[in-house]
């Protein structure tokens, strides 16, 4: 499917920043269209910056982002792309949602980097659509049952019909080349990429999380095997001697592949695996604690706690008393925020 290009001979796109926002998702996001413009020496593509109240959008990173509107006047766009980051469940408002609600009643096609997805699934605007979201947050919501409605993969993004999600870091360049090359041709999004350094633009097809091998440098194909037999079952951890049965090889050879590549033992690295699925959870889901040590394979929660307490340096409830104090300062600090 080829995506449309506007009549009006440029391509107008807003970007809905919400506080605590990826800027490195935003700006790949937006800055092969400004290549775009300054290779065809013409402006292809136009863009207004846009939050719920009109006033400058803090990033995760701290920095300030000032913005030429609030949601209204409603502006007239060809695209909008919800920008999130941290904390993206604390900035589903209601008049937020509304306002993505009437862009889609509209027909203007909708899209989002990083965890901006949340919010568009909050709307209810995914349902019945493949879309995608920051690999951190995808197994949470599956965890926790949310929106049943939405089919959620592991891709870099993906284009369904008028639906444009990505995941986030420099995901969004590649989703955008993709649409650039859909709308002005392969040779400027080739250009575009030849600019940024960026030797291959990625395709729907690519996956969000790199394999073992790549993550540390160099690595073995058993190791690999069993290092991906770990992540898919981690709410019931498979023995040890079975992961070396399922990779055709004894436990002592297993454990030397682990110590030589990985520095860790096999049940060590499996252990980490489970816990930082069960940090996941506590940061992003109202499960039951006790739940949460279900999903990632602790069937005794004191063994949880303890586990967690060795690793993390606090216990589960303290994570997410963080987290709640964390909420909590941020509504506060949005409820200051000058009204337009």
Request: proline residues 6%.
């Amino acid at each position: 499917m080829d995506a449309p290009v506007s009549a009006k001979g440029h391509y107008d796109i807003g970007f809905l920043l919400l506080t605590g926002f990826s800027q490195l998702a935003f700006s790949s996001a937006l800055e092969p269209l400004r290549m775009a413009n300054h290779l065809a020496e013409r402006p292809l593509y136009t863009w207004h910056l846009v939050s719920r109240d009109g006033t400058e959008v803090t990033a995760s990173s701290g920095l300030p982002t000032a913005v030429d509107q609030a949601l209204e006047p409603m502006p007239q766009l060809d695209l909008l792309l919800v920008c999130g980051g941290v904390d993206v469940q604390s900035h589903c408002d209601r008049a937020t949602l509304t306002w993505l609600r009437r862009l889609a009643e509209r027909h203007i096609p909708l899209g989002a980097v990083c965890t901006g997805g949340y919010v568009l699934a909050r709307a209810g605007l995914l349902d019945g659509y493949r879309c995608t979201l920051h690999w951190e947050h995808i197994g949470s919501l599956h965890e926790a049952r949310r929106f049943p409605e939405v089919t959620f993969t592991s891709r870099l993004f993906v284009m369904d019909r008028d639906r444009y999600t990505c995941s986030g870091g420099i995901a969004p360049l590649d989703m955008m080349l993709n649409l650039i090359g859909r709308q002005q041709g392969l040779a400027l999004a080739e250009a575009i990429a030849e600019e940024f350094i960026h030797e291959r633009i990625r395709g729907v097809g690519d996956r969000q999380r790199s394999p073992l091998r790549v993550r540390l440098g160099h690595s073995h194909p058993k190791l690999e095997e069993v290092a991906t037999l770990m992540e898919a079952n981690l709410q019931e951890p498979l023995a040890l001697d079975e992961l070396a049965r399922y990779a055709g090889l004894s436990r002592r050879q297993l454990e030397r592949l682990f110590q030589r590549y990985v520095g860790c033992p096999p049940l060590k690295y499996y252990l980490e695996l489970r816990l930082a699925r069960a940090r996941l959870l506590l940061q992003q889901t109202r499960m039951p604690i006790t739940e949460v040590a279900l999903a990632c394979g602790f069937v005794s929660p004191p063994h949880f706690t303890k586990c967690y307490h060795d690793h993390f340096g606090h216990s589960p409830s303290g994570e997410r008393k963080h987290r709640q104090q964390r909420q909590a300062e941020l509504e506060n600090a949005d409820d200051r925020l000058p009204r337009a």
